[in-house]
């Protein structure tokens, strides 16, 4: 059965200051996790730490290839937020699991039924496709 986000959730998630891991935030300025990871970061208040397969830095913030390679006993993960095709969103997300991330975001048009339900067997919270930034306007988060 298809996911239904939860408002209550997303309201949390944006409105309680933590760790969001941003996977396949790159340097490309094009992209659009380039700007709602600024809007994560700049108005939400949250620390982001950039995903990407060459582990670039990205808004001076370090990066990393994966989520494996984030000391989460330093830095635990409170939201792993996935700008990634959605063929490719199900291995991040058991590694989200595996790390013991809190809760993943799938953002507008990444969807794979199958993970959400194992997030959920796992305990995560889940918000599925969803913007920060589009959710940040709508609760007047600017």
């Not at 001076?60 to 984030?70: H, K, P």
């Amino acid at each position: 059965m298809a996911h239904v986000n939860d408002q209550s959730v997303i309201d949390r998630l944006m409105r309680t200051p933590g760790t969001w891991a941003v996977v396949g935030l790159s340097t490309n300025e094009w992209r659009p996790a380039f700007g709602v990871s600024l809007f994560v970061r700049d108005t939400l208040g949250m620390r982001i730490i950039p995903v990407n397969l060459p582990g670039a830095d990205v808004h001076g913030e370090t990066g990393y290839r994966s989520l494996a390679d984030i000391a989460v006993a330093e830095h635990p993960l409170d939201v792993v937020e996935c700008f990634v095709n959605s063929s490719r969103v199900g291995a991040v997300i058991d590694q989200a699991i595996a790390v013991g991330a809190r809760a993943i975001w799938l953002q507008v048009g990444v969807f794979d039924d199958a993970a959400v339900d194992r997030a959920k067997a796992a305990g995560l919270d889940v918000v599925v496709n969803a913007c920060p930034a589009q959710e940040g306007w709508r609760m007047g988060l600017r």
